[in-house]
């Protein structure tokens, strides 16, 4: 029985050792992740490609006004015909439809799709994978831009949720106001129906994921201050910051995603944890 136990055990050795020279022999050793990259404080002009997926967003905005949608609507179906959160979904309808280059996750960490594309979305089902395919490329920021999806994070995930920057302005205190489009948010507490809101909210360009491990006591994000805010909070616009439906901490900003490059810059040093989930809050 001992010896029987011991050819197993070395078939078993042989078989791992057979399959990693394979592997290798193969090229299909995994390929290093970049690390996000640092850009300009600036804010600069985005491309006309993105300025028309701002464009598209602010109309879809407008025109639900605050309209509650089921799960499965026109920023799912360009996927598939079933029901998950769309938050991601609408970012990537709002790429597609502006004609912007895209590819799903798996064809750029596979066939490094959009690898040194000036304007380049992964359209994808959940922030999640997003994130990992702008890691992949190297397309990830702290620095703020018009255009870039901001990722969200919150006590539990650093992939919770995901908009698109529509208007980005550089306070004189180092803040960046950031107004964002979102996608499969509720116009109010206790809606049980997700519409396309705005938000406006004031954001510090520090790495609190970096700072404080995966789950910030302190946000990067902060309310405008009442006497600097020109308009009045609506069913499809809030200055109202998020916090986790779980835990009830802040949410945070994770990083930005660039779907366009302002310029090349250094590699900073952040590798975050990645939830995969297939949907958002």
Known sequence: MLAFKRIAAFLAVFLVLISASHAVAAGKTPAATPEPVAIPADVLEPPEQIKNMIAIAENEWSTLNGKGLPRSNKYTKWYNQ???????????????????????????????????????????????KQLRACQHLGRTAMIPQKGFFMLYGDGKNTTVHIGLVTDVVLLDNGKYRITTIEGNMRAKEGNTRTTVVKYVADYVPVDV?????????????????????????????????????????????????????????????????????????
């Open 82 to 128: 079933y029901e998950w959160g769309w938050c991601a979904g609408f970012t990537s309808w709002c790429g597609i439809q502006a004609g912007i280059p895209n590819a799903t996750l798996n064809a750029v960490m596979k066939k490094n799709e959009g690898k040194n594309a000036p304007v380049f979305i992964c359209s994808a089902v959940s922030p999640a």
């Open 209 to 281: 994921y970096s700072e404080q491990g995966p789950h910030p006591a302190a946000s990067n994000l902060s309310q405008v201050p009442e006497e600097e805010r020109d308009t009045a909070e609506s069913k499809n616009f809030s200055y109202r910051l998020r916090v986790s439906d779980s835990d009830r901490t802040d949410w945070y900003v994770t990083c930005f995603l660039m779907t366009w490059i302002p310029e090349p810059a250094q590699e900073s040093s952040t590798d975050y944890t990645v939830e995969d989930e297939e949907g958002s809050p």
